[in-house]
């Protein structure tokens, strides 16, 4: 058994980034399983280093450890090959479509626009998708994937309609989340994932793109988000709102554990804890499912409500 927890050093780490960890973590270890965390610093337009080595510092110091760290950029090869098995199996196609075509017509179950699959007749280059500057997509099969989450969340949809054919890599070069997540936990032998509720409608199209890849699926399970106080966006590095350098001015690792296991229900008052102290009493069942907002309050640091 192997858990995973896959952030993006997109910007710094903040409560709901070490939430997730945390929720990771004592997943596994409470089944005995491994630990894996996973640094996905493929968008380059996004990520700095220091984000990068400034997770994996935020995570130890919640006092969480993990079997083996993967740094998901020097999996280029294993991408590359899945590109390929799809290019092989004729389910690759370049895509030329601009945002404004991109957008309107059918809503996404992730709140975005479904993609029509307009470009799905335009076949690759002669040379291959090597040979092309565009978006790559892959086509789907029409299945509908069937398929509640060990928390009861219902993640059935048909894919290719609800969201549409997926771009793989994009027109910069950079591999997408969609392809670069299946041929990771692939290739990790990740059995167990667990993630924020906000990725939840991207499930079912990474399950398509898994039995193209002939990939097993693994188990998911999707939690509760941090939200921002105002306008119920969930908490983001976009925002850096409560970033984990000011934040570990205010707390120590155990009192923001404390912290974030009491708003996650599993202790009845934000005493200071550790993981570790947390693992004999954990249980999925206790974790609530309803999202809670964090609030930076300048004199006493951070308050989960
Ligand atoms: N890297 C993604 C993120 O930080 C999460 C990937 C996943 O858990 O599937 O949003």
């Given amino acids: ?12 780490a903040h409560p709901g980034t070490l939430l997730s960890a945390l929720l990771v973590w004592l997943d596994a270890r409470s089944r005995g399983a491994r630990a894996l965390l996973r640094i996905e610093d493929l968008d380059i337009t996004r990520v ?11 995570c130890r110091w919640l006092g969480l450890d993990w079997d083996e760290v993967v740094i998901q950029s020097r999996e280029a090869d294993a991408h590359d090959e899945a590109l390929d098995k799809l290019a092989r199996a004729g389910r690759l196609y370049p895509c030329e479509c601009s945002r404004a075509q991109r957008s309107g017509g059918r809503r996404a179950p992730d709140g975005g626009w ?12 002669s040379g291959g998708w090597r040979a092309t ?8 099969p029409d299945d509908r994937v069937d398929l509640v989450d060990l928390g009861g969340l219902d993640l ?13 890599r994009r027109k910069d070069g950079v591999i997408a989340y969609h392809l670069a997540v299946v041929v990771d936990d692939g290739a990790s032998g990740v059995t167990d994932v667990v993630r924020g509720r906000d990725i939840a409608p991207s499930t079912a199209t990474q399950v398509l793109l898994q ?20 306008g119920g ?24 554990c404390g912290l974030l296991a009491y708003a996650a229900g599993l202790r009845p008052a934000p005493h200071p804890i550790t993981p570790r102290e947390l693992l004999a009493t954990f249980d999925w069942q206790r974790v609530s499912p309803v999202d809670r907002i964090a609030r930076w309050n300048a004199e006493r640091g951070l308050a989960i409500e």
């Fill in 133 to 140: 500057n565009e978006a790559l997509r892959v086509r789907l």
């Fill in 156 to 168: 059935s949809q048909t894919p290719a309609v609800d969201m549409g054919d997926p771009v793989v």
């Fill in 48 to 58: 700095r280093l220091g984000w990068s080595d400034q997770l994996v510092e935020a």
């Fill in 1 to 12: 058994m192997l858990g995973r927890f896959a952030p993006s050093p997109t910007g710094e």
């Fill in 114 to 125: 479904a993609y029509p699959n307009t470009c799905r007749p335009r076949p690759l280059p």
């Fill in 211 to 230: 039995r193209l890849l002939g990939l097993p699926t693994p188990r998911y399970r999707h939690h509760f988000l941090l939200l921002e106080p105002t």
């Fill in 233 to 256: 966006d969930k908490l983001a590095k976009l925002h850096g709102s409560i970033p984990w350098s000011r934040l570990r001015l205010h707390h120590d690792g155990p009192m923001l």
